[in-house]
């Protein structure tokens, strides 16, 4: 497709657990972005990477909390024994070069976790 | 550290009435600023944005200037439509550029 893909749309999880959310970036994109939108709030940084490597992942609020991106392209982002302050669309961004600086981000239309 | 700090919504208007949102932000070094839109049901959308001071970004009649003397970049449009419905987010670059840090959101409702 032409945009930033993310699966699944929706996400039930009981508490406890593991979710893994799928990011499919535009082709050819090298930088990747994880945010996390609590509702009402705007995106929070999660982590970040430059093909396939985590540049930075300061933004991750706990180690249940896991990103890969293997190959440079398809990433991954792995909650592990869920909470309820978990509940959030996660997001996933993309664009061609470097940073976000100046740079136009595209983003996915999110992926919806609820945490019972 | 850095962040924005945009009005709270909801906001609304009738059509074709002035639309002005502010946003001010707190930043070390001469971050980018941008405004992103996000229509009901859609994911965010890159609206407009200013690489340095005094720079105005522009697009479907929005316009912001950035203001390093009063640390500002408000969103305005002269003219808004139904269409323009949606939440809008003030954000900057930070981090070596690595990441946006994202204003809470304002929710615009045009009326007919």
């Known amino acids: 497709g032409a945009g930033v893909s993310q699966s699944p749309r929706y996400k039930v999880a009981k508490r406890g657990q593991d979710v893994a959310l799928r990011c499919d970036p535009i082709?050819?994109?090298?930088?990747l972005f994880w945010y996390q939108q609590a509702l009402g709030q705007g995106p929070e940084f999660l982590t970040y990477?430059?093909?396939?490597?985590?540049?930075?992942k300061s933004g991750l609020p706990s180690d249940r909390f896991f990103a890969e991106r293997p190959e440079g392209s398809v990433s991954t982002l792995k909650i592990q024994r869920t909470q309820q302050e978990d509940s959030a669309v996660y997001l996933c961004a993309s664009s061609l070069i470097r940073g976000s600086s100046g740079n136009t981000i595209y983003f996915g239309e999110g992926s919806w976790l609820t945490v019972v | 550290g850095d962040s924005v700090t945009q009005m709270e919504g909801p906001v609304t208007l009738s059509e074709e009435a002035f639309l002005t949102i502010n946003c001010t932000y707190t930043a070390t070094g001469y971050p980018s600023l941008f405004w992103y839109v996000q229509y009901p049901g859609e994911g965010l959308q890159l609206l407009l944005k200013?690489?340095?001071a005094d720079d105005k970004g522009s697009n479907k009649g929005f316009e912001a200037t950035y203001r390093k003397e009063t640390t500002s970049f408000h969103l305005e449009k002269g003219s808004v439509q139904v269409s323009d419905s949606a939440v809008y987010f003030c954000?900057?670059?930070?981090?070596?550029?690595?990441?946006?840090?994202w204003g809470l959101g304002t929710s615009l409702a045009v009326n007919p």
């Open positions: 990477f430059q093909n396939e490597a985590q540049l930075d």
């Open positions: 954000a900057l670059s930070a981090g070596n550029n690595r990441k946006l840090i």
């Open positions: 200013a690489t340095k």
């Open positions: 082709s050819g994109h090298v930088s």
